[in-house]
């Protein structure tokens, strides 16, 4: 399955692009170099020279122009040639550009048509920019699985219980009632469980871990894999008066169809009176990702190998629903782009 | 060449199965897990959950029930579901079982039809049963070559001249009388030497190591890769009276075409008496193969790459003609299932 | 595209071989052993077993006789079965054996038809054998990148102000005036500078280096992948004088389509009088292939992968115009021999 070409993927978190280091990344299979040009804009070109293919990531960033390591070209941040020292530039030598939107924090790219790259179609993660920097958690791994398996591992968060019994789990997830609704371009699900044991990794924040508490999750999909996350827990009859909520955006963006980058971005209110728990949180977040989702995540790529999901006939379960259906509203849109292109 | 699918393989011994663990091997291309139910018989199941095609192997075996890591789906020893914790048990979720049979203190499989799954056919390996444990030395390796080229290796030993000068060589092989028999289902090599150099692991062993001896050396190959050695060796004219005998046997599984799990079995009645030939006689055998074997059958497979064996026009000599018979047998084998097949 | 046939390759340096020990090396996708026979002559043999498909280079040489470490036939230097411990020698059975020749400490291999191995052909490299031993640096290396790509950079030396900064660049190969000419079978590039700031590699050499030179850097190149380069350079003015001047050979065989076998030969009269400079220059000649321009063109083969070059649209600078006409004569000795082989 190809990757949708006109959507925004999410490329790098805005403090990771510098004027004076270039990151490289791959997206979508196109490797990149991601800065910022003097005036702070952040740029995004492809990662090889026009002249003989070397990646420009090996050469230098120097207030926004980039000047390749091997013959000394220079292009600025718009990907033009800007300094030819064996010469005149000549006119058709450029790097490809593409579009770029900084919002949320987040460096947004549009690897298809420029002219389509409308930005008022990135997701609203707005819960980022409301918080304040300390009430933020946030980080980019990477797994060797493909972005749709990820894209599931989010939509069905049943499987906390058994990947995760000590932290996110321990059976609340599967008792939990389950409700899924869709519309023309969401997916959202929403688990609710009341009178319940809560995860571990929730029930130390109460004053009593013991007491039997309340539980939501609701998990939102936008294409291609970007997604939010509220929880809200109490003790039991508590939620209104004394509830702990979180916000959290887990984006998965594709590298290539073997791999992809995971953004995620935790949100909570309770970090501003304790900014101790954020490092705490982010060891959670990290170790259960690192520990028990990737591991998991990169067996289960191994067993499909090159497979098509579908071809292998998955069993369908009630706890795929969500996930189904983002898998069938993002495959609605590849077969669009492929059949409307040239 | 594909594999043949309705025969036996040797998945694993017997003591390397357990009811509260599982064991992945992968068996002609095939991701499996081997354990034991409640009542210890052997299994043998795909390891793939059907669901998400998480591996199993990464789940938990308990009471002889495989529970998937991932989301919790339970199977019992037949594959069949039995637990979603999701929701009622969806009636077509099952994961593939294979025909199992324990005998020779090892672990049967068939990967083909179920229904054709005799166990009379497996070859007799009963040596291994008619002698007590302490005068076994049993082993499991592995090599990244196809399992034909290590069938070759054993139904030519006069390689041992060359490879194993040291131990198992010398010369004598080369320098022996050999007759080659084949029969419907059966390829056997006898190599014997009368008052020549015994090969040095064997010399040792004589009252006076420098002394001339006797030497027979006798291989029966089955079908796919599964071979019976008789070694028998004396002082030259004691044989008969105060001869050694050694039945070991060597079983060649595919794991893929570019790899081989090797099963390897020596019985001998001196151990009785001595038992602390058995390490020595366990660290002869496995040095051998992975000092010496397994680097010039890798290497071979390297050369080799992805041709067809014959297609390279191998050089025959009069030494691989039991070799050739015993891929002649296999590969017929292999095609009448080919033409055999839907 | 194909590997030219009908040429000369270097395939290692006359000392590498010997007739105790082979030595195995991969030329235009074959692996070979390379020895030589009693007599001092070298030879070039498949490195595999016509019987087994064992490699020879597992074996042993002894007198100039291979004998395969498997099943032990030998081989003579001419590849001729001369030992069959198993019976009679069969006829048909002999190792490929490719046209050498040695010359200018070089030992040359011919891939294509035996009957059109002329040694005319050979490009002459005369000034490494008009030169003492200690005026001689030498060496072997090896990238990861096609050799086609290792050829556009020595054809454009520009690249050393950018990827060599400290040593061989600085700015005066860009500044200097740059010259190509070409004829039926070679192709030539000259950069001349006066009054220049040398390289600092050079400079160092002067009595002021902070003086500035003059510079003549030329470099002359024969199919398939054979350099000569001279360098000259003095203080200004007195390069005719008081000049420093070196020869260098920098061969590229091709090891496989994305490897490289690099041999370079570096004469200068200079170390008669001062060997204590030869281990100087390997060292900045190694340091400056392994660190700097390996890792780039390693790099550059990543961005490239399997594609061709041309269909990738490398802009052309004008720089470029010696190693283009270098890529155009060997494309079409290459196309030649294509259209006329059956």
Redesign the interface.
Known sequence: MPFLQNTWYLAAWADELASDKMLARTIVDR?LICFRDQAGQASVLE??C??????LS?GKLDAGVV???????SFDSKGRCVR????PI?P??KVSRLPVCERHFCIWIWPGEPDRADETLIPDLGFIDRVSAQERVKGHLETQSNYQ?MI?NIM?L??A???HPQTLGGGIN?RAKCEVAESVNEVAVKWTALNDTLPPAMAQFLPNPQAPGDFQNEVYWNAPGIMRQRVAFAEHGRLQTHGFESWTSHVMTPRTSGSTHYFYCHTNAALQQNPEMAPQIDAVLRSAFQGEDA??LE??Q???GDHDFWD?K???????KAAVLARRHLEKLIKAEASSSP
Chains 1, 2, 3 share one sequence.
Do not use: E, K, W
């Not at 026009?50 to 990646?55: G, I, L, M």
């Not at 030819?84 to 010469?87: E, I, L, M, S, W």
């Not at 998955?314 to 795929?320: G, M, Q, V």
């Open positions: 490797p990662d090889r026009p002249h003989r293919f070397a990646p090996r000047t390749c390591g091997y013959h000394g070209l030819n020292p064996h010469g000549p058709a030598v398996l599931d069905d049943s499987h219980d058994y990947l599967t591991p998991m067996a289960q191994g067993q499909i292998l998955p069993a369908l379960l009630s706890i795929d």
